[in-house]
């Protein structure tokens, strides 16, 4: 079985990473999104919830399982028993942060190889911060965000 790791914050999903899920999910023959906990950054959305909206939005595909992680990325790796980390790139702005994340998880564990999947072009501009902030000023969110979970984001914004 190849199976990947797709790590993120996803607070919320974006197409933008759902277009990357699906992508890999054609290469792979299983795809893990690993959706991280972090103590220091309290986001819109908790763990549980992000982890539902994933699920809705990646029902359809059949090898795609979605979980939270604690702690180090390569520890939940060995865990899952995968060898692949996916990350998206979207610009050049991407590359230094994502570069030196690659090559410090190359550091604590050799095994575990990232690869690269550029953005679909018409996402390129897309972030979970931009779909927050324009959601949250009463933009419109319709195309950045998987469609059935626009409810849910709505509503946690206007509850905010
Ligand atoms: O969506 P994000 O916030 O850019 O995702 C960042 C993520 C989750 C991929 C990264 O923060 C991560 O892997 N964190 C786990 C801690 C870890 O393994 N750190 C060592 C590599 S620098």
């Known amino acids: ?31 893990i999104v690993g959706v991280l906990v972090n103590p220091d950054k309290k986001g819109l959305f908790d763990i549980e919830e992000r982890v539902l909206l994933i699920q809705q939005a990646t029902k359809e595909y059949n090898n795609v399982k979605v979980e939270s992680f604690s702690g180090l990325l390569v520890n939940f790796m060995k865990e899952k028993n995968a060898r692949a980390i996916i990350k ?4 050049v702005s991407d590359f230094e942060y994502e570069f030196q994340m690659s ?38 969110i319709k195309g950045l965000v998987p469609e059935d979970i626009i409810p849910a984001i709505m509503e946690k914004i206007n509850r905010k």
Not at 4 to 30: C, M, Q, W
Not at 130 to 136: F, L, N, P
């Open 88 to 91: 998206g790139l979207r610009a």
């Open 103 to 140: 090559l410090m998880n190359k550091k604590l564990d050799p095994n575990i190889e990232t690869l690269f999947m550029m953005t679909n072009a018409k996402y390129s501009y897309l972030s979970s911060s931009s779909v927050k902030q324009v959601a949250s000023f009463g933009g419109c």
């Open 1 to 31: 079985m190849r199976i990947a790791v797709y790590p993120g914050s996803f607070d919320p999903i974006t197409n933008g990473h759902l277009d990357i899920i699906k992508r890999a999910s054609r290469v792979f023959d299983e795809v």
